[in-house]
T-cell receptor, first 118, second 109 residues
């Protein structure tokens, strides 16, 4: 099946610094990728939809200036958490659809990135 | 509004059968997914239903009734490793995935 790689898996940073998380589709092209955040014991919360070559679409309540998304190619989207604070500590997960396959809507997930802000 | 309902938590015994229900109200329908998620890991795909009926895949089966806005995931011969959260998600008319809150399944020996 299609593989999505997410990096880094774990990151610890100091408050006020910025952290970049990468999401790559390894064997397929993805015009659309999704970024989720998941707090402990809660379900996935869609943060934004990343569109190749255009601006991301953010969900209500998600600060676009804090969570910068760049989808510069068909296989790579990045999420940068700017000026991170302890309340940003969470599990961040990306997912992607295979643009060239029949659109069943199936998502392929990255492994997730656990961010801890000290 | 769009809404997906599934039980918060269920408990079952190893070797038994458990059924996890999911009801949905969405603007349009283009398929329903079940994902399994172990704690601290990303979700993994289990099943996809777009037509009414039962889809069987090994120990897991998924059922869909579009007229009732209802699906269930059936897990047979439960194993301890099946302890996880099970997420129901529906693709709406814009092919956006609407997620349920997930059902935490606890398997007891």
């Amino acid at each position: 099946g299609a593989v999505v790689s997410q990096h880094p898996s774990w990151v610890i940073c100091k408050s006020g610094t910025s952290v970049k998380i990468e999401c790559r589709s390894l064997d397929f092209q993805a015009t659309t990728m999704f970024w989720y955040r998941q707090f402990p014991k809660q379900s996935l919360m869609l943060m934004a939809t990343s569109n190749e070559g255009s601006k991301a679409t953010y969900e209500q309540g998600v600060e676009k200036d804090k969570f910068l998304i760049n989808h510069a190619s068909l296989t790579l989207s990045t999420l940068t958490v700017t000026s991170a604070h302890p309340e940003d500590s969470s599990f961040y997960i990306c997912s992607a659809r295979d643009s060239l396959a029949g659109d069943t809507g199936e998502l392929f997930f990255g492994e997730g990135s656990r961010l801890t802000v000290l | 509004g769009q809404n997906i309902d599934q039980p918060t938590e269920m408990t079952a015994t190893e070797g038994a059968i458990v059924q996890i229900n999911c009801t949905y109200q969405t603007s349009g329908f283009n398929g329903l997914f079940w994902y399994q998620q172990h704690a601290g890991e990303a979700p993994t795909f289990l099943s996809y239903n777009v037509l009414d009926g039962l889809e069987e895949k090994g120990r897991f089966s998924s059922f869909l009734s579009r007229s009732k806005g209802y699906s269930y995931l059936l897990l047979k011969e439960l194993q301890m490793k099946d302890s996880a959260s099970y997420l129901c998600a529906v693709t709406d008319s814009n092919y956006q995935l609407i997620w349920g809150a997930g059902t935490k399944l606890i398997i007891k020996p």
